[in-house]
């Protein structure tokens, strides 16, 4: 399937204004963290020589410095770079959720009309980041081609059980020896019909602001005044595990500033806390990682795969259980905050229980 990223491009100078190399952001991000001009190349894999003329250009192109160097004494960013780099900072955090957005509309619009590959299997999934990481890696290599479409968890399901889709993504609360399944999806999945394939295990809980200012801790803490939250849409995994979580914490809904607000991926959750307009959120703590977030741990999740189970023993099915139960897989995991292997590529089907 074809996938669609959109990023953000910027223009500086008075006239004339051309938009900025990719590396410029990068190459102050670099000489901040290192305080070395000849670090910073070294690190974003340039030269020396490229990084001085980068640098060169653009303070003439903006009429201000960006970096002071000195001799025996490193580099520093100039007061105005620092600005800069803030603000970029602060526009890709506010723009990261409409984008992502956008970009997940388009892509799925796309692959409705999209040839099918002999190669693929087609997966209809609740948003999770190791498995959008799979699929990117398996198409550099050229081998099992994913074809991805993020949807809610019970869309994912209802999509399988009328033939839309190979594999459908949901997760589940880990604890326990058999798969316990919300009501809503137990009404979709029969044992003697599907078969479920371990992905893996994560941690979701409260994603919240940088240094969580509002001191949050727990759920009831949504309910204080000033606390702006933003929510998973309807459908969702995420959003089911949060309104059985506040069922059980005895919270009315309608007490939470923000519950209404909704986002569709864990990264535009993420995105917008980041960005200042919410305060928390429910997601994995991965997402939480990326965007620099504080993250209280709700509970630990199993990430399944659902399928048909006579299509078990396809060959490309095979292959993708060959893929999760390898090293490399594992690998990928463990790169990731808050994921574990220990369910990866294990068939479940005989464990289903509705409950």
């Known amino acids: 399937m074809v ?39 070294r690190a974003l894999g340039l030269s020396y020589r490229h990084t001085w003329g980068l640098l060169g250009k653009w303070e003439r192109q903006i009429g201000q410095p960006l970096a002071h160097l000195q001799q025996g004494r490193g580099a520093s960013l100039s007061p105005f770079a620092q600005k800069l780099l803030w603000a970029e900072q602060r526009a890709r955090e506010r723009l990261a959720p409409a984008m992502e957005r956008v970009a997940a509309e388009l892509q799925q619009e796309l692959g409705r009309v999209e040839t099918a590959r002999p190669d693929q299997l087609l997966i209809h999934a609740s948003h999770d980041m190791a498995l959008a990481r799979l699929r990117d890696t398996l198409a550099r290599r050229g081998r099992l081609h994913l074809e991805l479409q993020f949807h809610g968890s019970l869309e994912s399901l209802q999509s399988l059980s009328r033939g839309r889709c190979d594999l459908a993504g949901f997760h589940v609360p880990a604890p326990g020896p058999g798969v316990q399944l919300e009501p809503a999806f137990a009404r979709l999945l029969k044992p003697r019909t599907h078969s479920l394939i371990g992905f893996a295990v994560r941690e979701q809980g409260l994603m919240l602001a940088r240094g969580n200012p509002k001191r949050i801790r727990k759920f009831d803490d949504l309910t204080r005044g000033g606390v702006r939250f933003i929510n998973r849409q309807p459908g969702s995994g995420t959003r089911i595990a949060f309104d059985r979580l506040l069922e059980r914490e005895h919270i009315e809904r309608k007490r939470i500033r923000g519950y209404q607000q909704e986002e569709f991926t864990h990264l535009a959750v993420a995105a917008t806390i980041a960005g200042g307009m919410a305060d928390a959120g429910f997601g994995i703590r991965a997402a939480a990682v990326q965007y620099g977030l504080d993250f209280v741990l709700i509970e630990r999740e199993r990430y399944l795969l659902a399928c048909h189970s006579d299509r078990l023993h396809d060959p490309l099915l095979q292959e993708l259980l060959a893929v999760l139960r390898g090293r490399a897989f594992h690998s990928l995991l463990a790169a990731l905050p808050g994921y574990e292997p220990a369910i990866a590529g294990k068939i479940l089907g005989t464990a289903l229980a509705s409950g």
């Open 3 to 41: 996938q669609i990223k959109l990023e953000t491009s910027w223009q500086l100078g008075a006239s004339k204004a051309e938009a900025v190399e990719a590396a410029l952001f990068p190459l102050l991000h670099a000489i901040h963290e290192s305080g070395s001009l000849a670090q910073a190349a």
